[in-house]
């Protein structure tokens, strides 16, 4: 596996919001201005840390939702009721506050156009972030690489960059498939429920295509997309996982 | 002390002794899962734990040998890179100390490695001296795969991503080098503590 160290010591700094963006109901895109961004790949992510008047601090970390090549760095927070970051950074923060974070970090699951294609993203919920940073970075660079996502949504409503998505498809760019698990509008033509092996086996090239693979989303999506993959043939070693949230038992 | 945030309180837990949360930590009761891909499914007489490198012969134990060994049940908290604690997780499994008894070496370090291509580097006297095992079970019942099984390493003091999952050997050296997350930036030592979380912390 390649190698990529960073060089460098990760110092935090104070990122100043320049703008809120609502996605959905429960999530909310943070622009900001880092002081001194040494860039990022496609895939990464940041630290956040929190303080309180008495000194206490939380941290946690965010995938980034922008492109290397985009003008800010965008961070796409899903609010957790039971949370105690993501409260505050989709609910409290203001334009004109400051941010402190440090980055980027991982360089395992990310995307650049040399590690080539094709390239098939698998989205859960929220796992819809560092994957959309991947198919902005492939658009900004002109990459013709086959790119297909599919991403899973409880509802049409909880669906993260619609509109940008929809256009992707609609311009041919990306392969881009909607499945909802829990509610679908009348007339929906997309797929519904739970990601399993049916859908799987219409979505993933064949394995003797090699896709590059990254997934995406909570623990049960996740193994439950790789481990199918795997047993369809695909090789574990061009699969990428990146998992969040509790392991549902 | 960082910036203050505005309008940020927190949400501390009360229940827990904040003298037992390393810093920039949260206690979960869940058990969240990370790994860099698939989790491997292998039947268990396949498998094999092995200890080589800089030693005069290299050792090994199929599964039923391994269980064969001595265990030990241990209580520990474990301190995730991604942020999350988890406080008094109990795990049975074989001591390091067992496994590596009678074996000679000079080495001074060890890369552990894993079903996946999954290593990780570890000084040996951090695995060494009631500080590290080899654990197949969790809370009493067999290890699960999303979280390692059929075995784990399980090195408590340093954060979890060098407690390697689905772990399969060690390999003694006498020159360190960095693992899987080691290489890609992460501290190569791990003390939560110090909040080694990154290069250069």
Redesign the interface.
């Known amino acids: 596996m390649a190698r990529a160290a960073l060089p460098r010591r990760l110092s935090w700094q104070l990122a100043r919001v320049v703008e809120l963006v609502d996605e959905t109901s429960r999530t909310q895109s943070i622009v900001l201005e880092p002081p001194e961004w040494p860039g990022h790949r496609a895939g990464q992510h940041v630290d956040v840390r929190l303080t309180a008047e008495d000194g206490y601090q939380a941290e946690r970390s965010y995938s980034i939702a922008s492109a290397p090549e985009d003008d800010h760095l965008v961070l796409t927070v899903e609010r957790l009721d039971d949370g105690e970051v993501s409260p505050y950074l989709a609910g409290e923060l203001r334009p004109g506050d400051e941010l402190e974070l440090r980055g980027p970090i991982g360089g395992y699951f990310v995307w650049e156009a040399q590690l080539g294609g094709p390239l098939l993203l698998l989205a859960g919920g929220s796992g819809i972030v560092p994957l959309r940073a991947m198919l902005r970075h492939r658009a900004a660079t002109g990459s013709t690489i086959a790119a297909r996502l599919l991403y899973s949504s409880k509802s049409l409503a909880d669906v993260i960059y619609r509109n940008e998505l929809e256009s992707l498809a609609a311009d041919d760019e990306v392969d881009v498939r909607f499945t909802l698990t829990r509610e679908q509008p009348e007339g929906w033509r997309g797929y519904r429920g739970r990601i399993d092996e049916e859908l799987l086996r219409d979505i993933a090239w064949p394995p003797e295509e090699r896709p590059l693979v990254y997934i995406c989303g909570p623990t049960a999506f996740v193994e439950v997309a790789a481990s199918v993959l795997v047993q369809l043939g695909h090789d574990a070693g061009r699969i990428k996982t990146e998992r969040f949230g509790p392991t549902g038992r | ?12 837990r009360t229940s827990v002794d904040p003298a037992r949360v390393p ?4 206690v ?1 009761d ?12 292998h039947p268990l007489d396949w498998w094999s734990f092995t200890i080589q490198g800089a030693v005069d012969e290299p050792v090994s134990w199929s599964w039923q040998e391994f269980q064969a060994l001595p265990s030990e049940t241990v209580t520990k908290d474990i301190h995730c890179v ?2 999350w604690s988890k406080l008094d997780t109990v795990w049975t499994g074989v001591s390091l100390d067992t496994l590596l008894d009678g074996v000679e070496t000079s080495a001074e370090y060890v890369m552990a490695s894993s079903d ?2 999954y290593t990780t580097n570890l000084p040996l006297e951090d695995i060494t001296g009631g500080k590290a095992w080899v654990a197949y079970a969790y809370d009493g019942e067999p290890l699960e795969p ?1 979280h390692g099984g059929p075995a784990r390493l399980l090195v408590p003091h340093l954060y979890f991503w060098k407690s390697a999952k689905w772990v399969r050997g060690i390999e003694l050296r006498t020159e360190d080098e ?1 693992g ?2 080691e ?3 992460y501290h190569n030592y791990g003390d939560p503590w110090l909040e080694q ?5």
């Open positions: 002390m960082g910036r203050i945030s505005r309008g940020f309180t927190g949400r501390r810093p920039g930590q949260y979960t869940d058990f969240p899962v990370l790994s860099a891909g698939p989790t491997p499914h991604t942020k996946g291509g999303e960095p899987f997350w290489g890609y930036g979380r990154y290069q250069g912390d």
